[in-house]
């Protein structure tokens, strides 16, 4: 019998966990295989923690597991730990994962050892119209990054993917998630990964449809803690883990010196606007390309989400580099805040 933990962190997704948790053991999976499924909660006080209750009843093998510390990294750590198992799957609680999800990385990582984590692609979803343009602009290259994970269409090998399946050598050979990092603690752990020579896969021929935030003042929070958890997932690791994640600060930091290059100069100050015309012009292009697709999007909105993408990780990642590595702070307090 093989014995898979699935572990759910969780705290305040009334909204979400059912059809999480149902999907999960609606999963296409052999007879030989059996599913533990934890949700480690951080004490949720908006009707969750019923919700998971009243699902037990149904599914003898879902178990609630308080976090205390209401903290991504130390869920991840208390599933893990919370019985033997032969594989980890993690699921984000705003992720509905497909029927063959499991049993396709299962195959995966029992058909080659080299292979030590394996996720699939995400259908970005949404709640309300805010959420619905969000979504959109985070499925294009432009938005996200060229080769971003939450972009890729093809299997193939990659630096990190959402709601992974690792086997349980893996936690042996290289230790569990950092409870430092309340961001980017998966993007750390498969960077370690990677580091130690396992290969990450990713399989297009399983997907989860994943919530997005249905603000904008939620998704600047959101994009804002990446930026400034990667920096710290760099000081850690001496090094910088993708070269795509320096592109926002560069950008931020070019905006901030152009009117300063405009003083000294206004000839030198126009040639140095260029930079800032692409960008616009490939905002309007990839603006109006989401319109075609659907004309129900408005052009200002979808304009406005690009530039809060960009802007917000740019400032997170500058503001981490202050930080971490001029200033040789610890962490702020309000960057471990939720960022619904």
């Avoid at 001496?238 to 010196?257: D, E, G, M």
């Avoid at 989401?290 to 052009?299: A, R, T």
Wanted: glycine share 8%; with cysteine; hydrophobic share 45%.
């Amino acid at each position: 019998m093989i014995e898979i933990s699935v572990v759910i962190p969780c705290r305040n997704e009334v909204k979400f966990i059912n059809e999480c948790i149902t999907n999960i053991y609606d999963s296409e999976i052999g007879s030989d295989v059996k599913l533990n499924v934890f949700v480690v909660d951080g004490m949720s006080d908006d009707g969750t923690r019923d919700v998971i209750k009243e699902l037990q009843l149904s599914y003898p093998t879902l178990a609630l597991v308080d976090n205390v510390q209401r903290l991504t990294p130390f869920a991840f750590n208390l599933g893990i730990h919370a019985t033997d198992y032969d594989f980890i799957q993690i699921v984000g609680a705003r992720h509905i994962i497909s029927e063959n999800y499991i049993s396709n990385c299962l195959l995966k990582l029992q058909s080659d050892s080299d292979v030590w984590c394996v996720g699939g692609r995400i259908i970005n979803q949404y709640i309300n119209f805010e959420g619905q343009i969000i979504a959109e602009v985070m499925g294009t290259t432009f938005g996200i990054g060229l080769g971003n994970f939450r972009t890729l269409e093809k299997s193939g090998f990659t630096d990190t993917v959402t709601s992974p399946m690792y086997p349980k050598a893996v936690f042996k050979k290289i230790g569990y998630f950092d409870e430092d990092l309340i961001r980017n603690q998966d993007d750390d752990f498969n960077f370690r990964v990677t580091k130690a020579g396992g290969k990450i896969f990713f399989d297009a021929d399983i997907s989860l449809k994943y919530y997005v935030r249905g603000s904008f003042p939620g998704l600047w929070k959101q994009f804002f803690q990446y930026g400034y958890w990667k920096v710290f997932v760099n000081r850690k690791h001496k090094a910088v883990t993708t070269f795509r994640q320096l592109i926002p600060p560069l950008f931020v930091s070019y905006l901030a010196v152009l009117p300063i290059i405009a003083l000294f100069s206004w000839k030198l100050g126009l040639l140095a606007t260029l930079p800032l015309l692409i960008y616009g012009m490939m905002a309007v292009f990839f603006s109006y390309k989401l319109m075609i697709k659907d004309s129900s999007l408005p052009f200002l909105k979808v304009f406005q989400t690009f530039v809060i993408l960009h802007i917000s990780y740019g400032l997170g990642y500058l503001r981490g580099i202050l930080d971490f590595f001029i200033l040789r702070k610890n962490p702020s307090d309000k960057q471990k805040e939720l960022s619904r």
